[in-house]
């Protein structure tokens, strides 16, 4: 397991755009977002591989979202566009070791979380 933390959250206005980073105390073949909304569960956003940066988003993350890692591989980015209220959440970092990893399940290292609040 590797230790996370989160950062970049905050409150804007919709049509916004944030830039969370997640920083890892070491590398997984793969690291992903999460978000919890009020009342819901938590759900995926977004994962990228260790080998070659294959990414996979979400649906309601496709176009919008963009998911991305430094070079040395030990941080990850969510950069968030066109930000709408439903996009309110907090967001998690999560890591895996193993390289199919997509559900929660999958993913044995947690951040604790950033809050994003979209305003209307």
């Known amino acids: 397991q590797v230790q996370l933390v989160e950062s970049g959250g905050g409150l804007v206005q919709a049509g916004d755009s944030l830039r969370l980073s997640c920083v890892s105390s070491?590398?997984?073949?793969?690291m992903g977002w999460f978000r919890r909304a009020p009342g819901k569960e938590r759900e995926f956003v977004a994962r990228?591989?260790?080998?070659?940066?294959?990414?996979f988003y979400a649906a309601f993350a496709k176009g919008r979202f963009t998911i991305s890692k430094d070079n040395a591989k030990t941080s990850v980015f969510l950069q968030m566009n066109s930000l709408n209220s439903e996009d309110t959440a907090v967001y998690y970092c999560?890591?895996?070791?193993?390289?199919?990893?997509?559900?929660?399940?999958?993913?044995?290292?947690w951040g604790q979380g950033t809050q994003v609040t979209v305003s209307s």
């Open positions: 990228i591989s260790d080998i070659g940066q294959a990414t």
């Open positions: 070491g590398r997984a073949c793969v």
């Open positions: 999560a890591a895996a070791g193993w390289c199919g990893a997509i559900r929660h399940s999958d993913f044995t290292s």
